[in-house]
């Protein structure tokens, strides 16, 4: 904290004392009393979203690993073979894992997923999406869009695979969508170690709108009817 701050928050009304910088001085101890609010009921916030995580969303996405390759078959003949994966999962909640509490160390993503579940686990290495990926987003909206998600995230993964539609992406990035009127999943291609293409995709974003939207469905490109879905 600069020193003005310190001086401020030293010389805030509460404390009965007078300063020669007066409503100025009561203004900014009324920021930073506000801001400080704020952010403890922001993490009270984030506690209770990852509780949410933990609870209800993760034993949905365990199921989906446990389960092997999801099979959308489509109307025209065609099939979109789907792999869940570990790394996915904090980013489709809407959130970023680190190795320390000041969030400057990324760790992998992976541990996330078995981390959440620990005794020891604490909120403080977890951040809102896009902080790492994006460091010119907002605050708020890198919340609004973990809210957006975590809002979505239950009913998509235990549902996915009545997923109705398949289009391709409007979304740089992303291949295909899959999802129906609520929820669309984006897809990418899965690589091998060899960095070959295996011929299925994984999950790389979730979004909390109808996979027709033309912000997911590209414009002029076919709807795909799912017709079918298996598990391999």
Not at 30 to 38: D, H, K, P, Y
Not at 50 to 60: F, G, M, N, S, Y
Not at 107 to 114: H, V
Not at 147 to 168: Q, R, T
Request: one cysteine or more.
């Amino acid at each position: 904290m600069g020193e003005t701050s310190r001086e401020s928050v030293a010389n805030c009304p509460s404390s009965g004392r007078q300063t020669r910088q007066g409503n100025r001085s009561e203004k900014i101890c009324s920021l930073l009393f506000t801001r400080r609010a704020m952010m403890a009921d922001h993490s009270k916030e984030k506690a209770e979203w990852l509780r949410k995580v933990r609870d209800e969303i993760r034993p949905a996405y365990a199921r989906l690993l446990s389960s092997g390759r999801l099979i959308l078959q489509c109307d025209d003949g065609s099939e979109v073979a789907i792999r869940f994966t570990k790394s996915a999962f904090a980013h489709l909640c809407g959130f970023e894992y680190y190795m320390d509490s000041h969030k400057e160390r990324r760790a992998r993503q992976s541990d996330f997923y078995d981390d959440i579940i620990r005794r020891n686990f604490t909120a403080k290495r977890v951040d809102y999406t896009h902080r790492h990926s994006d460091r010119n987003t907002s605050y708020e909206k890198r919340r609004s869009h973990t809210k957006s998600k975590l809002d979505i995230a239950g009913e998509a993964f235990n549902h996915v695979a009545g997923a109705a539609y398949v289009v391709e992406s409007a979304k740089s990035g992303l291949i295909l969508f899959a999802g129906d009127e609520r929820w669309a999943l984006g897809l990418s291609e899965q690589v091998n170690k060899k960095d070959e293409r295996t011929g299925d995709y994984i999950p790389a974003s979730l979004v909390n709108e109808s996979v027709l939207s033309e912000s997911i469905h590209r414009r002029g490109t076919r709807v795909r009817s799912v017709v079918s879905a298996r598990w391999e």
